[in-house]
């Protein structure tokens, strides 16, 4: 099982621009959910789908964030236009029911100029 | 919403010593509480959980307690080992799926062989 696969590790972008993280979860898993941390918020939930449906998204900071998941086996999450505010590192997680476990991604660091 | 609090944010304990960490949480429909360790520069690992009807969990060097009435649970470290070193999150959730976990901030957990 290669895990939770997260695309791209690392993310330089200039303010203004679009960005768009990729996720896949592990293979099975019904539960997909969207992460940022930072030193200052810590780990913060963004966004979670329960198979393939967004169920709480209260947590996506602003309307320039937008996350889909067009099927079991992939999710997005988009920013635009980028702010340096933005920067963070963002994990995806993915979890099977019942089971309560999430197994975390290796996270996309971002840093926005 | 449900808040989370976690002391000490820095622990410096000598190896073989014991480690105590501890969180606080708002919500008493909490009935969900995972502690994750991560590594520097890794992602989030569930190391140990405990669910709200059950007072005490233990694996091997790891312990959890919960008390309910004063909405806190602990994490327990035992003759602690230099690879324990990493920073420990805890977190709260209410929904029987486990799935919005809030966070708490983390503590640095550093183990001086």
């Known amino acids: 099982d290669a895990g939770v696969i997260q695309s791209p590790r690392h993310e330089v972008t200039e303010m203004g621009q679009e960005v768009t993280l990729r996720c896949k979860p592990i293979?099975?898993?019904?539960?997909l959910f969207w992460y940022r941390q930072t030193m200052m918020r810590g780990l913060e939930l963004l966004i979670y789908f329960n198979n393939n449906v967004p169920i709480d998204d209260s947590g996506m900071p602003e309307d320039r964030f937008s996350a889909k998941m067009p099927n079991a086996s992939f999710s997005t999450l988009k920013i635009q236009p980028s702010e340096p505010r933005d920067s963070a590192v963002y994990f995806c997680a993915s979890r099977l029911t019942p089971s309560k476990e999430q197994y975390f991604g290796p996270g996309t660091r971002l840093t926005v100029t | 919403g449900e808040n989370v609090e976690q002391h000490p944010s820095t622990l410096s304990v000598q190896e073989g010593d014991s480690a105590v960490i501890k969180c606080t949480y708002s919500d008493s429909a909490s009935n969900y509480f995972p502690w994750y360790k991560q590594e520097l520069g890794k992602r989030p690992q569930l190391i140990i959980d405990i669910r709200s009807n059950v007072g005490e969990k233990k694996d091997q060097r790891i312990a959890v307690t919960l008390n309910k009435t004063a909405k806190h649970f602990s994490l327990h470290i035992t003759e602690t080992q230099p690879e324990d070193s990493a920073v420990y999150f805890c977190?709260?959730?209410?929904?029987?799926?486990?799935?919005?976990?809030?966070f708490g901030g983390g503590t640095r957990l550093m183990v001086k062989p």
């Open positions: 977190a709260a959730s209410k929904n029987n799926a486990g799935n919005m976990l809030t």
């Open positions: 293979s099975g898993h019904n539960s």
